[in-house]
C-alpha cells in the first residue's frame, strides 16, 4: 500500500529480530506519510520536533497539528546537552500528563540528537510504543537509526541505549535543501564511512560523484546516496542486530575515536567532523598495523578532503586524554583499546588489544 505513491522512490526493508523497519525515501514524502498515520489507527501522538525546523516548517507542524491532532508537540533543541536523563525525565512527564498509552506512537522529526531522545524514550516507554522518524539532516538520513538509540551520561557519548527501531524512516530528501553546506559536510562523513567498510561499487561511485569542496552538492542525487548508505547500514545490522558478532561493529570505523574527541571537546567538536578526524586516525593506524595499503588510505583520505572535513583537533588535548576515553568507550573491555581498521576498501575488521604506544604515534600527529 505505501509505494502507490510516486513520492516514494526507494524502499528498504529491515528485519529485526523483534520487527520490521520500513524505510521510505523520496523528495516531498513528509505529508505522505502525515496522511498514512492520519488512518493508522493510533490511540494517540506525540511529536518531538527540533525547534529549528518547527520555526522553518511551519506549514508541515500546522498539517500535523491538523491531521494527527498530537496530545504534545515537544521541541528540541538539538544539543547533546539535551541528549541527557535529565531532559529525558522531563519528556517522560510530558508524555504521561499526555495520556499516552501503549497504542500510542511518538513521530519524532529532526535530525540525531531528536531520534536518539524519542527513540530512547519510545524503546522504554510503557516496555515500549511505536515511533514514526523524519530524519531532516544528511547525517540522520545516511546514517539513520536502525536498532540501536542510545543518550549520554555527561561526557560520555550514547553509554546508556537500547536495541530499538522506528517501525517507520521517512527520508524526505527535500529537507536537505534548506541546509548549509556545512550539514551536508557533516552528514557525508556517516556515508563515507558505510562504503568503505563494506563496498567498493559505492566508494567508487563516491569518488566520482563528489566534486573538490562540493562546489555542486545540490545538483546531487540524494535519492541514491542516502538509499546506498542505508542499504549498507541495514545489511551489517541484519546479520548482527544485538552487536555480537563483530559484523556491526564495523559501524563503529572512526566512531570509537570520534566519541572520545567529541567528549574531550566537551561536545563542542561536531559529531560529523569528529567521525572525520576518526576515520583519518582510524586510517593511519590500519596502515600502520599492516593491513591497509597506501593507496586505499589515499582514496579514503581524498574523500574526506572532498567533503571538507578537518585534518587536525583544534581542541588543546594530549593523546593520554584520548586513550582513556578508548579504553571506556563500548567496544574496548578490560582497559584495552579496540578498534574497528580497514584491512582494504569495502573490508573492515575489529582489531583487539591495539598497541598503545603505537596509537599514541598515531594521534601525535593528529592532535594540536
Known sequence: MFLKNSKISRHLKVLLPDRRQDIFIGEDSASWIIEKLASSGYSGFVVFCDHNIANLYKNLLSEIKDKLEPADIILVKPTEANKSIEFLNL??????????????????????????????????????????????TLMAQGDTIINKVAISYKLLKNVIGSFYSPVITVCDTNFLKSLPKKEISLGFSEIIKHALVYSQTFTKSLSGILSSSMSDWKTYDWDYLVYESLKIKSRLVEKDPHDKLGTHKGLSYGHTLANALEGLS?????????VG?????????????????????????????????????????????????????????????NLVVLEKIGKHRVVKNVDEKLVREVLETFLS
Request: net charge neutral.
Open 266 to 274: 566537551n561536545f563542542n567538536f561536531r559529531h560529523g567532523d569528529a
Open 91 to 136: 519528556c517522560l512527564e510530558r508524555c504521561v500528563k499526555a495520556n499516552l498509552n501503549r497504542n500510542g506512537c511518538l513521530i519524532a522529526i529532526g535530525g540525531g540528537v531528536v531520534g536518539d531522545l524519542a527513540g530512547f524514550l519510545a524503546s522504554v516507554y510503557m516496555r515500549g510504543i511505536d515511533m514514526v522518524f523524519m530524519p531532516t
Open 277 to 337: 578526524l576518526g576515520m583519518r586516525i582510524s586510517g593511519e593506524i590500519s596502515k600502520s598495523l599492516g593491513f591497509l595499503k597506501k593507496e586505499d588510505l589515499e582514496l579514503q583520505n581524498s574523500l574526506i578532503n572532498a567533503v571538507v572535513l578537518p585534518l587536525k583537533f583544534p581542541h588543546s588535548v594530549n593523546p593520554d586524554q584520548v586513550i582513556d576515553y578508548l579504553k571506556r568507550d563500548k567496544i574496548s573491555i578490560n582497559e584495552q583499546i
